[in-house]
């Protein structure tokens, strides 16, 4: 049988037991229909998985009992924040879902001025939504961290999110010159800030700001990708420069 895995935030240990309550508690009793001796593995989100067993099985609460303790730090592979003007509908979905499977360390929703998205009275439920789809795709794909997503900011406001990320990169259709290859030969340490702009282009303004603030503007070659399609493209280059190391 499949042992299943779900993260737990904020868990609660003493004397080799967890204590699992809350959404949960539920999530494991009447979804996955776990009872007392049922195998199941808990990760906290922050680089560790608890190999437990079901003990007992209470109205508001499950006790556990932890078997083993996995530590998978992910400090080894390069961090990314991602910075990306929101798309509409199930795209956006897609776009978090896919970055979070190859390994983007935060995901920073950022508004340009040709973003269409609006964010109003529904701007906290399209958050958690997207916390729990980075929750689901690290479980899936055998993350031990989940993704950090944080709210819209409009773009000049970025700096005080990445005040000690050195390196960055801004994707701009209009470079004629700079190529990720050319990016990417300059050897270079310590996490990595990238910035997507929307469907509309970056405005030359905004991108001349960009690169007053230490960004380097990179073209992707004559193709233009869609918004879900660029971070990709260019995780899944890092995440093949990482594995040649």
């Known amino acids: 049988m499949e042992v299943r895995r779900v993260f737990v935030d904020k868990l609660k240990l ?25 195998r199941i593995d808990l990760i906290d989100g922050k680089g560790y998985l608890y190999r437990c067993t ?3 099985v209470k109205s508001k609460e499950i006790y556990l009992q932890v078997l083993d303790v996995v530590h998978k730090p992910e400090e080894k592979r390069r961090k990314v924040t991602l910075c990306v003007s929101p798309i509409k509908g199930p795209r956006m979905d897609w776009l978090i879902e896919k970055a979070t499977e190859l390994g983007v360390s935060r995901i ?23 916390k729990r789809i980075t929750i689901e795709a690290s479980r899936q794909s055998g993350r031990f961290s989940i993704p950090e997503v944080l709210e819209p900011t409009p773009l000049r406001g970025i700096p005080s999110f990445i005040e000690d990320i050195k390196t960055r990169l801004v994707l701009y259709e209009k470079e004629k010159q700079n190529t990720l290859k050319d990016f990417f030969s300059s050897p270079s340490e310590g996490e990595l800030c990238i910035v997507i702009g929307p469907e509309g282009g970056i405005d030359e303004v905004e991108i001349e700001w960009l690169k007053e603030n ?22 899944s280059i890092i995440l093949y420069e990482y594995s040649k190391k």
């Open 54 to 56: 079901i003990q007992s």
């Open 214 to 235: 230490g960004f380097t503007s990179a073209t992707l070659g004559e193709n233009i990708f869609r918004t879900e399609t660029t971070p990709l493209v260019i995780l």
């Open 108 to 130: 920073l929703p950022t508004i340009f001025k040709r973003t269409v998205v609006k964010f109003g009275d529904n701007e906290k439920a399209k958050i958690a939504r997207w």
């Open 14 to 38: 003493k004397n080799g037991m967890a204590l699992v309550a809350g959404p949960m508690h539920k999530y494991i009793a009447t979804v996955l229909r776990k009872t007392e001796g049922d």
